[in-house]
């Protein structure tokens, strides 16, 4: 059976809202509360990866694995990618790139994410739900994926497009979840290609696939979440959260 293990690039210097990882919701920082989700999918290691001596310390302290990059990388791929070749893991088929700030993601999703990347043998395979009212459909903060066709449980499909703002509303289109899931080979592929114009322009790194023709697959996430990518996005957390408990 294909290993999976699961790497959470994680910095302090977010330019919208600077030391989000350490923010904390119920007592504990966000990094941790992904950290906590990442793992109860049982999937195989999970470790946070990350440039700051903070956000390593606490991982430490929630006693979760860590280990710290260089301040090199340019976006989080770039940061897995070297954080695995640090670790020297053998055995290792895929990497579950999960960002550091979806504390909401559903861990069944995660799971669904791997076993259908395993089942079809996929290269690089990512989550999109269904948009629930047209204001974030409109928020620019809000990644919006295209997709070839409409997305299903159990099934994918291929992305056309990855944008912030719509030109129109076509078919098709999702709110795109964090996490990707990569075979160790075309992990290495797109992080040894240069950022590409439009990644850089719209700070979007799955577009230095699409531009150098990589096919991203899209799976289906039943559950809603929310980036955190502004205060006002912390706060809403904040009372969903703190509402559950």
């Known amino acids: 059976m294909a290993n999976t293990i ?23 920082p966000i990094i941790c509360h992904v950290l906590k989700k990442a ?3 049982q999937i195989g290691d999970v470790i946070v990866a990350t ?38 893991l053998k055995d290792v088929d895929y990497i579950i790139n999960l960002q550091g700030d979806e504390p909401l993601i559903d861990i069944e ?10 089942k079809n043998n996929c290269e690089i395979n990512t989550l999109a739900t269904q948009f629930d009212n047209q204001k974030l459909i409109e928020n620019k903060n809000i990644v919006k994926v295209q997709t070839e066709n409409k997305l299903e449980i159990e099934k994918f499909s291929v992305a056309q497009n990855f944008s912030r703002l719509l030109k129109n ?23 040894n290609l240069d950022q590409s114009e439009n ?18 697959n899209v799976s ?23 509402y559950k408990n």
């Open 6 to 28: 699961i790497l959470i690039p994680s910095r302090m210097s977010a330019q919208r809202l600077p030391g989000k990882p350490l923010l904390e919701v119920n007592g504990l």
């Open 39 to 41: 793992r109860e999918t």
């Open 51 to 88: 440039e700051d001596q903070e956000i390593f310390d606490q991982v430490k302290k929630y006693k979760g694995d860590a280990i710290l990059t260089s301040k090199k990388p340019k976006t989080g791929t770039d940061r897995i990618w070297e954080a695995f070749k640090k670790l020297n």
């Open 109 to 118: 999703d995660i799971k669904n994410l791997d076993n259908l990347t395993k």
């Open 169 to 191: 509303q076509s078919q098709n289109i999702y709110h795109h979840i964090g996490i990707y899931e990569f075979s160790i080979s075309s992990l290495e592929a797109f992080t």
């Open 199 to 216: 990644e850089k322009k719209y700070k979007l790194e799955q577009l230095r696939a699409m531009d150098n023709n990589i096919k991203i």
């Open 220 to 242: 289906y996430a039943s559950s809603k979440v929310i980036g955190i990518d502004t205060k006002e996005d912390y706060i809403e957390l904040k009372k969903i959260m703190e």
